[in-house]
């Protein structure tokens, strides 16, 4: 298996950066990405590292947010066979709110139509299965708050019933990828012991876990979040909106377990890494 970051929040010279996320991977049967940033820099960043996008078979989009899937549109424009995956609530219109003002987050409406496009609820493709419907119970992010949706008119806190977790399986590991963790990476890493019964081996996502002021009461979250992941065999790679500071108090927990992703970060280097 080869696991290779496309596009982060920050990147090293020459490769490009941005607010988003993009996963190439490729697996004894496919070539995947999972999720394409908001614009086409993940082509780009693509093309540096001698990845052939136009082979991808398979695309998952984790959530129904820009930075998740805005270059989706070039991506299609490049590559004529791959079958994209998004589960159907992701065509919900989202906003974000800061103050008075209301920005559009979510999907280009031009990809409703697309017939390359699937909106699901779960499936598996040999040995990727994904997953949804986590509830948030326990240590939801704050930072959720001021993500909305539209309800014929209303807006409405969003319920994230619109992210979905990808899950690949191969050589006895286990992946779990997960865009930016809305419902929580605990009630995630819960829903996935639940099903598979066992820890994932590796994880990439981000926590949702930046803001621009830091209470008291938000420090002990995040030290609570850091303290329940090291009961798990997992190794976490994460960044993009997980936040450099909610990073650091994470790392004094987890230290070798966890790690930052950029732009071109290679997870695994191949079949047999």
């Known amino acids: 298996m080869k696991i290779i970051n496309l596009i982060e929040n920050s990147a090293g010279e020459p490769f490009l950066c941005e607010h988003g996320l993009s996963i190439y991977i490729e697996t004894e049967n496919h070539k995947i990405l999972v999720d394409t940033g908001q614009s086409d820099a993940f082509i780009k960043n693509a093309k540096l590292l001698n990845i052939d996008l136009t082979q991808v078979d398979l695309v998952f989009i984790s959530h129904g947010h820009y930075d998740h899937a805005g270059g989706l549109l070039a991506f299609l424009e490049i590559n004529s066979q791959a079958q994209i995956y998004i589960h159907k609530n992701a065509k919900r219109k989202f906003y974000s709110l800061n103050g008075e003002k209301v920005k559009y987050i979510g999907m280009n409406p031009l990809l409703f139509d697309s017939d390359r496009i699937h909106w ?152 047999n890494s």
């Open 120 to 271: 699901i609820d779960k499936i598996q493709i040999d040995e990727i299965y994904t997953f949804s419907n986590v509830d948030h119970t326990i240590l939801w992010p704050k930072s959720n708050l001021r993500l909305k949706y539209d309800d014929n008119g209303l807006l409405k806190q969003d319920d994230f019933s619109h992210e979905q977790y990808i899950v690949i399986e191969q050589d006895d590991k286990f992946i779990l990828i997960s865009g930016c963790a809305h419902n929580g990476i605990i009630n995630i890493m819960k829903r996935f012991k639940e099903i598979y019964k066992r820890d994932p081996d590796i994880v990439i996502s981000g926590f949702h876990l930046v803001q621009r002021n830091y209470t008291q009461q938000d420090i002990d979250c995040i030290k609570e979040i850091g303290n329940e992941l090291k009961n798990y065999k997992t190794i976490y790679y994460t960044g993009h909106c997980t936040g450099e500071y909610a990073f650091d108090l994470l790392k004094e927990i987890l230290g070798n377990q966890l790690v930052y992703m950029h732009s071109a970060s290679i997870i695994k280097r191949g079949c």
